[in-house]
């Protein structure tokens, strides 16, 4: 059974830090692309981030970019998100994911998606 999950989220204040993992089973991470996406309260589902399968290929959304920074251990078969500078428009929750359309925030038939980590980013 594929299974995703998310940890190391939490309460910070504006300008912490915070490192998000996503620990996969059930199949090797490191065949496959993978994903950050987040959903804000009250907002859609927003790409954040994501990785190819060896780390060569990295991409940012805009909003997130010289602040977050994506990484893989396949070897752990786990999947990293580091997030610097936090602001309050980062809160939400993050989950990662994979998915067959790994640039794209939507859900997909065939995706793979944890339960998320919450992120709140507050003073």
């Known amino acids: 059974e594929v299974q995703l999950v998310e940890s190391g989220g939490g309460l910070v204040q504006p300008g912490g830090s915070l490192r998000l993992s996503c620990v996969a089973s059930?199949?090797?991470?490191?065949?496959?692309?993978m994903t950050w996406v987040r959903q804000g309260p009250g907002k859609e589902l927003e790409w954040i981030s994501a990785?190819?399968?060896?780390?060569?290929?990295?991409r940012y959304a805009d909003s997130v970019k010289g602040r977050f920074t994506i990484s893989r251990d396949n070897g752990k078969n786990t999947l990293y998100l580091q997030m610097n500078n936090l602001k309050p428009e980062d809160t939400g929750i993050y989950y990662c994911?994979?998915?067959?359309?790994?640039?794209?925030?939507?859900?997909?038939?065939?995706?793979?998606w944890g339960r998320g980590t919450q992120v709140t980013v507050s003073s």
């Open positions: 994911a994979k998915k067959l359309l790994p640039f794209l925030a939507r859900r997909s038939s065939g995706d793979y």
């Open positions: 059930g199949f090797p991470l490191g065949r496959y692309f």
């Open positions: 990785i190819d399968k060896s780390s060569n290929d990295t």
